[in-house]
Structure formats: structure tokens, C-alpha cells
């Protein structure tokens, strides 16, 4: 009852845009002994979805989707703390690179995937926004992540991630790492047309697809 008493009281935080609040409703949680995971993705993670839910409906704007943004990394500076304080790593985390394509400056939909993959144990670069395809794939290039992440809110730019795929097979890179791709106008079909590993229905599913990715190269397969 007491972790859901909070779990709730997180997600109304940031449906809520609360700033001033979300500080404190982060922190009982901690003291009260919620798991900072589901701190995350049952409490602030909800907030999110349905702040973006709101958005496409046109209940909320675009300043709303921003605050509430603000409002989820507030949250997290005070729960991340604890998602490592019970010990450290004995192997290197894999790693996965995060962008939101050229031309587009979208983030918060990435922004969430960034923070949920640090929980499930990537080493996470994020690239930001408006991230030229010369950019991603010198870091490609550079770390050899897992997982490259490209993000994409327009209609107008997702066409960038399809080249951001040909490049990756320009640099014979492409196969070297599992590319998952998301926003609002990206289907299943247009991932598969451009060559992409899967497309993300939503944050926490195209995670869970990533860590599904990173249980396979553990054990081989």
C-alpha cells in the first residue's frame, strides 16, 4: 500500500507539472524504501506516457511536454543516486548511443529511453538532438555500442534514420549493432522498410526489447 501510495504520488507529480514538489515526493519515496527502479518505471515513467498521450490529443501543449520533462529530470537526480548505491560492476556495461536524428529537437520520448536503459545496465551515450548521421556514426565507430537508438517526432525527418542506416552499411558498421527506432510517426512497417533491428511501440516496450537484445549477446545466441 505505501509503495503504491507513492508510486501514484510520482506519476501526479509529473502529470501535474510540479517542480516544486517533485524533489520532495522523490526522496519519501527513497526514505519510505520504494525500489528506485520502480520508482521510475512505475511511478514517473506512467506520468510521462500519459503527459504524452495528453499532447497528441491536444490537451496539452508544447510548453506542458517540456515542463514536464523538466519535472521527470528532477525526479530522477534525486532517485538515481540509488539505483547504484548497492554496489558497483564487475565487467564492463555494454553500451548503447541515443539520438534524436537531424533536423528534429524532440527529446523527451528519448530522454525516458535514456534513462531506462541506464536502469537495465547500459552505459548510455546520449547524443542530444538534431544529431547530424556523420555524428552517429563516428561515435558508432568510436565505442561499438549494442544498441543505437535513433528517435524521430516529425514525419519530416524520420527519413533520416533510413540514413543513418545506410551510412552505418557505407562504414561497414551495420552489423556490429542492433538499431531500434521510435516517435510518434514511426510504424512497424516504415522500421522494417529502412532496415531497422525493431521499432519502439513506446519507451518501456523498446527497452525491454534492448535488454532482450543484451540477455542474447550475454549468453551467445
Known amino acids: 500500500m505505501t509503495d503504491t501510495r ?9 502529470l501535474n507539472m510540479d517542480l516544486e514538489g517533485i524533489g520532495s515526493v522523490a526522496q519519501a519515496a527513497m526514505d519510505a524504501g520504494v525500489d528506485p ?28 511536454l517540456v515542463v514536464a520533462g523538466e519535472v521527470m529530470k528532477d525526479g530522477m537526480a534525486v532517485i538515481e543516486p540509488y539505483l547504484t548505491a548497492g554496489g558497483g560492476d564487475d565487467e564492463a556495461k555494454a553500451k548503447a548511443i541515443v539520438a534524436t536524428v537531424e533536423g528534429d529537437y524532440h527529446d523527451i520520448g528519448k530522454n525516458i529511453v535514456v534513462t531506462l536503459l541506464g536502469v537495465q545496465g547500459f ?5 542530444g538532438m538534431d544529431v547530424p548521421t556523420s555524428k552517429i556514426v563516428e561515435e558508432v565507430r568510436e565505442h561499438g555500442p549494442v544498441v543505437l537508438g535513433l528517435s524521430a517526432l516529425l514525419s519530416t525527418t524520420m527519413a533520416r534514420m533510413g540514413e543513418v542506416i545506410e551510412a552505418l552499411k557505407s562504414a561497414g558498421l551495420r552489423d556490429s549493432v ?31 526489447k534492448c535488454a532482450d537484445w543484451l540477455g542474447n549477446l550475454k549468453e551467445g545466441r
Do not use: W
Not at 507513492?6 to 507529480?13: P, S
Not at 552505459?123 to 547524443?127: F, K, Q, S, T
Open 6 to 14: 507513492h508510486l501514484q504520488a510520482l506519476r501526479e507529480a509529473i
Open 37 to 64: 527502479k520502480e520508482a521510475i518505471t512505475e511511478g514517473m515513467v506512467p506520468g510521462m506516457v500519459e503527459v504524452g498521450q495528453k499532447f497528441e490529443e491536444g490537451e496539452y501543449f508544447l510548453s506542458e
Open 123 to 127: 552505459d548510455v551515450i546520449d547524443l
Open 178 to 208: 542492433k538499431v531500434i527506432v521510435g516517435g510518434t510517426p514511426v510504424t512497424p512497417a516504415y522500421a522494417a522498410s529502412i532496415g531497422a533491428d525493431h521499432c519502439a511501440l513506446n519507451a518501456i516496450e523498446g527497452v525491454h
